[in-house]
């Protein structure tokens, strides 16, 4: 079964360092569970800080000790020592365990949740759906992430990934970064019945939303 990588770039990317090393830097290996259209990837990456920041920088990443299988479970997984790259243009999401993030400091905390309002979302990026709860600074509408931003991945948190009906990120995982390329629908939705939530008749008078207050 072939592996198409590179389908969201055209451009060819010049070969990886060996994991490892790094061109006057140092990596170190963090877990890495990752999926495209066709394929779910366990192992590992090489790189300096955050997942997230190795992602955005938009180059592709050196992985080992690879295991893929069919994202829909068809298969169990199986090594492939043949694949020592990944390009985050291909992966959908990442699911983002505790060892992939640093953890933040008190004063990065009160800041992340004094400048942030926290939404309750469902995003389509097909052919997974995923359910969370998405950061965004106030004013910002959920519906912004459709637009090309800076960051390529945006995470969610407290967050359940789905192919169909079949959940495909392990419970423990509760942190997901979604592709925004991907990224085809966005929804405001009550976590607790996972449904849409229908806006109040009306316009806003401005300052915080009826949707931010319901939080």
């Known amino acids: 079964m072939p592996f198409l990588f590179r389908r969201g770039r055209k451009e060819e990317q010049p070969p990886a360092a060996a994991p490892g090393t ?5 990596r170190s290996p963090v877990a890495f569970d990752g999926l495209t259209e066709e394929w779910h990837l366990v192992g590992f990456m090489e790189i300096e800080g955050r997942l997230s920041d190795a992602l955005n920088r938009r180059e592709p990443i050196p992985i080992h000790d690879v295991r893929w299988a069919p994202v829909d479970g068809s298969e169990p997984f199986t090594p492939v020592p043949g694949l020592r790259q990944v390009d985050p243009y291909d992966l959908i999401i990442v699911l983002a365990g505790e060892g992939t993030l640093p953890p933040l400091t008190e004063e990065e905390k009160a800041a992340f949740r004094v400048h942030k309002v926290p939404y309750d979302v469902a995003l389509e990026v097909p052919p997974f759906r995923v359910i969370g709860t998405v950061f965004l600074y106030p004013g910002s509408d ?22 169909g009906e079949r959940q495909v ?41 009826w949707s931010d207050k319901s939080r």
Do not use: C, H, W
Request: hydrophobic residues 35%.
């Open 142 to 163: 959920p519906d912004r992430l459709l637009e090309r931003g800076t960051e390529m991945f945006v995470p969610v948190t407290d967050a359940v990934a789905l192919l």
């Open 22 to 26: 790094d061109s006057g830097g140092r």
């Open 169 to 209: 990120n392990d419970p423990a995982i509760d942190t997901i970064l979604v592709n925004r390329f991907y990224l085809r629908g966005v929804e405001q939705i009550d976590k607790r019945t996972r449904t849409r939530i229908e806006p109040l008749p009306g316009q806003p008078l401005g300052g915080v939303s």
